[in-house]
Every structure is written in structure tokens, then in C-alpha cells.
């Protein structure tokens, strides 16, 4: 714990008087003077009537003929001003004060008129009025350098740096300290010189230049070391400690908070050895030492109680309640509360009621109870009108905003916020407020305000890197990323991308704090990047371990099942969903417990296990029904009605869905409306609604039109493109995949333009309009190509394979998959090389079947097979068995396309699934295995009618048909 200016220059006295039998004596009863013609009532009354009427020269003639008057009636006001401070008027003592320096000055005594502006300036610090104070420490710091007072010189100058500072605003600061630091230099004031450093030190530590911040440190103690002074020496020790913790460097940090204490006991400065032991809390916390950080905060709370700091007491206690509930069980933590909330009122104690209270509700909503957390915050609110606290207010309105955002009610969210920003601003807290505007911007982007939501979110960025509070700037950057997404906005992707480079780049390791991995987690999971997201969640989960935070460690093991389920690994997956469970239920907290059901529940749908999704799911529901989340209810609702779907019951499914859109409107959570609405389409298209699917894509298409969200206006025209396919009216399709190329160009969406085009090729292609396919299709190459985009190029030559392919120009579609192959070979794109070699394969067997083409593919399932991608796997397996199949090594074939069927339940990858149960089916059939092949030709029936194949559904009818004549 540091406060700018920790170390006094030196405090010079208040002398009262000049002459202390003058100002004993009362006013009336003054024994006359041979020069004094006016008493000094009247002397007073003159004064003040010549200050009304500005009148300069009555003010001469009055302070010339009677300065003898003049000088008592300035010391009189003096002493009362001290006398009305002591006495707690302190209107009284500013006016009476600021008369007296006044008359003191136009008197020329500029010795007394100093200690009238010290003390001034003291009264208006500690009554945290800051624009008065600096303007009586800068008059004072003038007068002390006219008048070569070189200790007043200083403290002036520290003084008004200090109230600066407050301000954050550093670049004023500074030149008080450096001139004054140099008079100290020229004059020798060698323990003036050392406390300067140190002061400067301080300064530059706040400003976030740490480095710097440690070599005026170092100048200071070497001085101090010197000069033998522990006093000044103890302070600065403990700010080097306390450098050194904020680099990273912990060994050093305790070595230098040991120094600091033996010093500062030395010397007796008890308010010094409070904040070293609170520091060496805060270092044996980060280095995972719980129980040497505890006792530390615990001896600082005593020392900080004994100097009555209440402001730094409340801070240990904090930190000691920060240690203590993440690691216990919510009915112990409450207990806790509750019999410490008793002791408090029993002694009257309001403050720590406060404090207490706060925690409480903040505890009560980290573990899912948001009502209750709601009314304790409010019981709160109530006692800040007894014992006003600027800081615990603002806590207060910023986690009745969190709670708010989670039940759905924006507007009262956002005014909570707004309260909780101002008060940020006041308490010069960065954190907070960086917090708030990245929560304030989350309501605004989950009501579809993108422009609003924009300007918080890079206000919040370019602070968070002036502050070096990286975490909020990637947690905005998180988000702005999904709303040019939704816009569409491709220029400004890229320029984000830039910006995250920025930030990773400036990053030291000293920054990587658990909240920052976290995030950087995050960004690496949005990207598709399991590998890195690992990694940094790894490291997130690492430091809650070894500082035993088993609150926080729910979340890590959730994220990081989460990855493991994007690639794949299901059983490693399982387990950390497990871990994470039992992390929730260990600190019971009702909130982690119903995301980390959620979560596992949708992982176990897509996994197949239906029962036990549904389980977990509906449990997760009802958790968040009774804390009233109705942002984590409704995605719960959307997901279980995917498991509906999936189940065979698509009529329940949209039941569910109508229901989850209505709530999602109640509370204008426009997000979740489009989730619904894209998944009521697939729904439809499954089960061959396409009147359905056109409705929810129209639907879609207004609300993507109302807000803006040009991106998923364009995928619903698409959808309803690929409706008008499956109905065979391929031209009519062209025009709504055209209206969404139209979005694409008028927002600049270059790629998603060439993607498009792409897709209008193949269209083309399948309606037999060869010509006007390869143009398409060239087109996109190109464009693909002059963006510097040489592997969205080379996914183009694949469709243009693969349209060569559907035309039976086997030759064409080998030459287009190999250079898509010689583009993805030089760029080290693995996974590309992979579906480049089943392409060219794919191609290749219906040339010659060579033992090469086996080859080929063996070496693209071993790159899927690295990569963990199921869907390429059983893509390469279905080739592995075609190939075998051609050369008639049947045994072989039917292993090859079992083994790809399984491979693509798992990654639902429904056309390779469709295509190998229809080869399965009539490999059996040519064999006789009747049965079999009837079962396999079902499987492929329900395939093709959900994907709205109406050629392939005929098809397999027919083969059914002929197979249930010969079973009779």
C-alpha cells in the first residue's frame, strides 16, 4: 500500500503567534499605541468595506497608517482559524485563514502568511477539496522560492505534485518535484534530496513506468544508506519492495519488504510497518503462500486499527475475506458474515457493518444467489447515508449492475452502472471503471446498440493500455470482434487483429495475471486455436491451484473442458467437466454449478448421450430459475430444445423455442432471438418445413435489418436461397444468394463477397450452366488473390474440384485439387493439404485406381489423425473404402466405410455419412446380405429427406422397395 508523498520533508510547526500575550489578550481590551488611531473593529470594518468597493488606494492608505493594527488583527485571525480547525468548524477556519494570509500579504509578513497557507492547504487536502488546496500550496511554493525558504520550497512543491497526482496527472506533477529537488541539490539538503527521490520514484510507479520508478528508488536509499537515516530509509525500502512485486521479481520484493520492517520499527513508524505488512500479504498471496499472506494482512489490520487508518484497515479486511471465502464452503462463508455482522452492530461499528455487508452481497452473487445478494447490497446503500463511503458505493452500484445484466434487466443494469462509473471517475478507480465500461457494453451489444456499444468499448481499450490494465482491453476487444462479425466488418477485423498483436507485443510477463490468460484464452478459443487456448487456460487454472482459490477454479476447468471438447478428446473432456463440478459443489456455488451442467449437457448432446443432457440441462434451468438468471435460462432453454431436435421430437423442440423467443423478447436480449431463430431454420429444413425455415429466416432477416447485423441478414437470404435448391429452382436461388453478395459489397466484406461468389459457381455448376460456374468460380480465385488471401485461393480450387468432379471431368478436377495442394504444402496449412490430397484421391480413382491414390489418402488421415479432425478422418476413410470398393477388395471396403460411418456420427458430418450407408447398402445387396443392406439403406433414407435430397431420397426408395420384395 503506497501514498504519494509517504515520506514528510519536513512539517514545520504552526506557530500561533508571534506574541503570545497579544493574541491571549482579547480583541476589545488591546492597550493603545502611540501610532494606532483605530481600534480593531474598526480597523476590520475599513478593510472590509475598501475589499468590497476594490478600492486600492483606501486599502494603501489603511494598511500604511495603521500596520501595527493591521498585524494583529492578521495574527488573531490566524490563531482563530487554528483554533475553529481544532474544533471541527472547518468553514469557519478556511474563511478566517484565507483573511489572515490575505492581510498578511498586502502586509508583506510572508513568514507567518506561509504557515496561513500551509495549514490552509493541509485542511483543504484532508477535506478532499483539492482545487483550493493547490492553489494555496502553488502561491506558497512561489512565495517559499522568492523568499528562499528552502524546507517550505519542498513541501509546497510535494504538496501540490500530490494533489496532481490525485488528478492522474502526472506531466504537472513532475516539474514540482524535479525543481524542488534541485534547490535541495544546490542547497545540500541531503534528507530533503533522498525524500524527493522517493517521491519522484512514486510518482513514476503510479504512472505505470515501473523501471523508472525503481532507479530513483535506488538513488533514494542509496542516500538515505548514507546519511544513516532509517526514518526516510524504512519508507523508501518498502516502496523498492513494493517495485519489485509489481515486476515480477517476488524473491527480491521480500527481501526488500524484511529491510523495510526492521527499519521502520526501528524508527517507531508504525503507519509505515502497516503497509509493509500488508505488502508482504500481497506478495505471499501472488506466490501462493495463503498462509503467511493471511497472518500478514492480519498483523497490518491490527497496526492500521491501532493508527485508526480505517481506509487501509477496511483494505486488509478485504483481502483477508478475499483469502478466506473462495476456499470454504458458501454456508461457512455466510456464517462468517453473519456472526461477524453481529459483532459489528453490537458495537455500534457502522463502517465495518458496511464493509461487511458488502462483501457479503458480493459473495452471495458470485455463488448464484442473486435475490438475496440484491437485498444485502441494498441494506448496504442504507448505511452509506450513516457512514458515507465513496469507494464501497461505488462496489455496490457496480455489482447491483452485474446482477441486474444477469436477470435481463438492462435499463435499471445501465443506470446502476452509470452510478457505479461516476463514482470510478471520483475514487480514481481504473480498474473498476474499465470494468464497468466493458459490462456497460455488454448490455448495449445484447440489446443490438452496436454503435453505442463501439464507443464504450474503444474508450475502454485505448484506457485499459494507458493504465496497463491489458485484461479489460482484450475482454473489449473479445467483444468488438463479435460485433464486426455481425456487421460484417472485415476492414475493421483486421485492423483488430493488428491491435491484438499490439497489445501481445507490449505485454510484459509481469502482466500475464490470471484474468489476462484468461482472455488471451478466450481470443485463441473465438480463433479456432484449441492448442494456444489451452495453453493460457492452463496457466489461468495453474495460479488458481497453487493459491488455492477453489472458487475461481470451477470456471478454468469448465474453459478448458470446453477446448478439449472443440477437439475432440471427449474422455479427457469429461473429466474436466467433472473437475469443474465438483469445484462448484466444494464452494457451493449454485451459479458455476448450473454453467458447468449446461456446458456438459450440451457437450453430452453432441456426443449423442441425449438422456444425460437432458438431465443435466433441465437441472441447470432450474438453478438458474431460482437465482433469476434469465440470460443463462434462456440459453439453457435453446440448447435443450436442440436435444429435442436430436431426439426425434422437433415438434417439442420449437415448442421450446417459441417459449425461449418470447422471453428473449420480454427482455430485449436480441442475441438470443437470432440463436433462435437460425436453429428454429435448421429444425425446419430437417424435417422438410421449408415453409417453416422460409418464416424464421424472414423473421430473421427484419430483426437482422432493424439492428444492422448485415452478417446474419445475408445467412438468412442464403438459407432461403438453399430452401428455393432443395425445391429445384436453382435460378430463383441465385438471386437470394445474390442479395446476400449485395450486403457483402456494400459493407466491404471482401472475403465473405468471394465466399459467395464461390457458392453462386457451384450453384451454377449443379444446374448445369457450365459457362457462367467457372467464371463464377474464377472470379473468386481471383478476388481471393489480389486480397493476399493465397489459402482462401486455394479452398476456391477445391470447389472448383469439386465441380469438375460432379461433372465426370475427372482429369480437371485432379488438376484443380493438386494446385490447391502445391498452395497449401507452401504454406505449411496441414489440415488444407489433408482435403487437397482426398480431393485429388477422390478424382484420381475414377481415372486408375493406383496403389499411389491408397497412398495418398493413408497420408491425409494421418494429417487429420494429428489435427484430431474427425470430420476429415471419415472424409479420407470413406475415399480409403471407394478405392478399395473399385478394386474389388470388397472385405476391405465394407471395413474402410463402417469404420468412416463411425467417424462421421461423431463429428456429424451427414454427407459422408448419407454416401457410406448408401455403399454399405448396396455392397450387402450385391452380396445377399439383405437384411443389412435394408438397415443401411434406412439409415441413408432419413439422411437424405432431412437434407432435403429429393433425387437421393427417390433413389433410395426405390432400393428399398426392391429389397422388402425380396425379404417377403
Not at 514528510?8 to 506574541?19: D, E, H, M, Y
Not at 506561509?114 to 482545487?131: D, V, Y
Not at 542516500?223 to 524504512?234: I, P, Q, R, Y
Not at 458474515?337 to 457479503?360: G, H, I, P, V, Y
Request: proline share 2%; hydrophobic share 45%.
Amino acid at each position: 500500500m503506497n501514498c504519494f508523498g509517504d515520506i514528510p520533508i519536513v512539517k514545520i510547526a504552526f506557530k500561533i503567534a508571534l506574541t503570545g500575550l497579544i493574541i491571549a489578550l482579547p480583541f476589545r481590551s488591546l492597550p493603545a499605541q502611540k501610532n494606532v488611531k483605530i481600534t480593531g473593529e474598526q480597523f476590520i470594518n475599513k478593510y472590509k468595506t475598501a475589499m468590497q468597493n476594490r478600492d486600492a488606494k483606501a486599502l494603501r492608505e489603511l494598511l500604511k497608517k495603521n500596520s501595527f493594527q493591521g498585524r494583529i488583527v492578521a495574527n488573531h485571525l490566524h490563531y482563530k482559524g487554528v483554533e475553529s480547525y481544532r474544533n471541527g468548524n472547518i468553514e469557519q477556519a478556511i474563511n478566517e485563514l484565507v483573511d489572515a494570509q490575505d492581510l498578511l500579504g498586502r502586509l508583506g509578513d510572508h513568514i507567518p502568511r506561509l504557515e496561513a497557507l500551509h495549514l490552509l492547504g493541509e485542511i483543504c487536502l484532508e477535506n478532499n477539496r483539492l482545487r483550493p488546496a493547490l492553489r494555496y500550496y502553488e502561491i506558497g511554493f512561489d512565495l517559499a522560492r522568492r523568499l528562499k525558504n528552502i524546507r517550505e520550497f519542498i513541501h509546497f512543491g510535494v504538496q501540490a505534485a500530490t494533489i496532481f497526482r490525485l488528478k492522474d496527472n502526472f506531466a504537472q506533477a513532475m516539474p514540482f518535484l524535479q525543481e524542488a529537488l534541485k534547490m535541495a541539490e544546490e542547497m545540500g539538503y541531503q534528507s530533503e534530496h533522498a525524500a524527493l527521490l522517493n517521491n519522484i520514484g512514486l510518482l513514476h510507479m503510479e504512472s505505470g513506468d515501473i523501471k523508472k520508478a525503481r532507479r530513483f528508488f535506488e538513488k533514494a536509499m542509496n542516500l538515505s544508506v548514507e546519511l544513516n537515516d532509517k526514518a526516510n530509509g524504512g519508507r523508501i525500502m518498502k516502496n523498492l519492495g513494493r517495485t519489485y512485486h509489481e515486476m515480477g521479481r517476488y524473491e527480491e520484493a521480500l527481501s526488500f519488504h524484511a529491510r523495510a520492517l526492521s527499519l521502520l520499527q526501528d524508527t517507531g513508524d508504525r503507519e509505515g510497518e502497516g503497509d509493509v505488512r500488508f505488502n508482504f500479504g500481497d506478495t505471499y498471496e501472488i506466490t501462493g503462500d495463503k498462509l503467511n499472506a493471511l497472518n500478514s494482512f492480519h498483523e497490518a489490520l491490527g497496526i492500521f486499527y491501532e493508527v485508526v487508518d480505517s481506509t487501509k484497515a477496511i483494505s486488509a479486511l478485504g483481502r483477508i475475506a478475499y483469502l478466506n471465502w473462495p476456499n470454504a464452503p458458501f454456508t461457512e462463508s455466510l456464517s462468517s458474515f453473519k456472526s461477524s455482522l453481529k459483532s459489528a452492530r453490537a458495537a455500534n461499528d457502522q463502517t465495518t457493518e458496511l464493509m461487511l455487508l458488502k462483501n457479503m452481497g458480493e459473495v452471495l452473487y458470485q455463488s448464484g444467489r442473486y435475490a438475496e445478494a440484491m437485498g444485502t447490497l441494498e441494506r448496504a446503500r442504507v448505511l452509506l447515508d450513516f457512514a458515507p463511503n465513496p469507494e464501497y458505493e461505488r462496489h455496490i452500484y457496480s455489482t447491483e449492475g452485474r446482477i441486474l445484466y444477469e436477470i435481463g434487466r438492462f435499463d435499471a443494469a445501465k443506470s446502476m452502472l452509470t452510478q457505479a462509473l461516476n463514482l470510478s471517475l471520483a475514487t480514481h478507480n481504473d480498474a473498476e471503471e474499465l470494468a464497468v465500461m466493458n459490462l456497460t457494453a455488454h448490455i448495449l451489444f445484447e440489446t443490438g446498440q452496436f454503435k453505442k456499444a463501439l464507443i464504450v468499448l474503444r474508450k475502454a481499450l485505448a484506457s485499459s493500455k494507458n493504465k496497463a490494465l491489458y485484461a479489460y482491453g482484450i475482454e473489449a476487444i473479445l467483444l468488438m470482434r463479435k460485433i464486426f462479425t455481425m456487421q460484417a466488418a472485415e476492414q475493421n477485423l483486421q485492423e483488430l487483429q493488428i491491435e491484438i498483436e499490439s497489445l501481445q507485443a507490449t505485454m510484459q510477463p509481469t502482466d500475464m495475471t490470471p484474468m489476462v490468460t484468461d482472455f488471451i484464452g478466450d481470443l485463441f478459443f473465438e480463433d479456432g486455436d484449441y492448442a494456444n487456448a489451452t495453453v493460457y487456460y492452463d496457466e489461468t487454472l495453474s495460479h488458481y491451484l497453487r493459491n488455492q482459490r477453489k472458487a475461481m477454479e470451477s470456471s478454468a476447468y469448465l474453459k478448458i473442458a470446453r477446448t478439449l471438447a472443440a477437439i475432440g478428446d471427449t474422455t479427457k473432456a469429461m473429466a474436466h467437466f467433472e473437475k469443474a463440478l465438483a469445484a462448484a459443489d466444494f464452494v457451493q456455488d449454485l451459479d458455476d454449478i448450473a454453467k458447468v451442467q449446461a456446458e456438459s449437457g450440451r457437450f453430452s448432446m453432441q456426443l449423442g448421450q441425449l438422456v444425460y443432457a437432458d438431465t443435466l440441462l433441465t437441472h441447470a434451468l432450474d438453478f438458474m430459475k431460482k437465482s433469476g438468471n434469465r440470460m443463462g435460462g434462456i440459453a439453457c432453454m435453446i440448447v435443450l430444445a436442440d436435444v429435442d431436435r436430436r431426439w426425434g421430437n422437433p415438434g417439442k423442440a420449437m415448442s421450446g423455442l417459441k417459449r425461449a423467443f418470447k422471453l428473449a423478447q420480454n427482455i430485449d436480449a436480441v442475441h438470443h432471438q437470432i440463436r433462435i431463430l437460425k436453429l428454429m431454420t435448421e429444425i425446419s429444413l430437417e424435417n422438410r418445413s421449408e415453409k417453416g425455415a422460409v418464416k424464421a429466416c424472414q423473421r430473421l432477416f427484419k430483426l437482422a435489418s432493424d439492428y444492422n447485423f448485415w452478417n446474419e441478414q445475408a445467412w438468412a437470404a442464403i438459407r432461403i436461397g438453399d430452401v428455393v435448391i432443395r425445391r429445384g429452382n436453382l435460378k430463383n436461388a441465385v438471386d437470394f444468394y445474390k442479395q446476400a453478395l449485395a450486403i457483402y459489397q456494400r459493407t466491404g466484406a471482401k472475403e465473405s463477397y468471394a465466399r459467395t461468389t464461390a457458392a453462386i459457381g457451384m450453384i451454377y455448376n449443379q444446374g448445369g450452366e457450365f459457362a457462367l460456374a467457372e467464371d463464377a468460380l474464377t472470379d473468386a480465385i481471383e478476388q481471393f488473390q489480389d486480397q493476399g488471401k493465397p489459402e482462401r485461393a486455394a479452398d476456391i480450387m477445391l470447389k472448383f474440384a469439386e465441380a469438375m468432379y460432379l461433372r465426370n471431368d475427372f482429369s480437371a478436377s485432379v488438376d484443380h485439387a493438386k494446385n490447391a495442394l502445391v498452395i497449401f504444402d507452401e504454406l505449411g496449412n496441414n489440415e488444407g493439404e489433408a482435403r487437397a490430397l482426398v480431393a485429388a484421391a477422390k478424382a484420381q480413382i475414377n481415372i486408375k485406381a493406383s496403389p499411389d491414390v491408397l497412398k495418398r489418402l493413408d497420408e491425409a488421415f494421418q494429417f487429420f489423425s494429428t489435427l484430431n479432425d474427425h470430420a476429415g478422418k471419415a472424409s479420407a476413410m470413406f475415399q480409403i473404402g471407394e478405392y478399395y470398393r473399385l478394386t474389388s477388395a470388397i472385405p476391405n471396403a465394407l471395413h474402410a466405410y463402417k469404420n468412416a460411418t463411425i467417424l462421421a456420427e461423431k463429428a456429424h458430418e451427414n454427407d459422408v455419412l448419407l454416401n457410406a450407408h448408401m455403399r454399405i447398402g448396396m455392397l450387402n445387396f450385391t452380396n445377399n446380405k439383405l437384411q443389412e443392406s435394408l438397415q443401411h439403406y434406412q439409415g441413408a433414407l432419413l439422411l437424405a429427406q432431412n437434407a432435403g435430397n429429393r433425387k437421393i431420397t427417390r433413389h433410395i426408395q426405390d432400393r428399398i422397395s426392391v429389397l422388402n420384395k425380396k425379404l417377403k
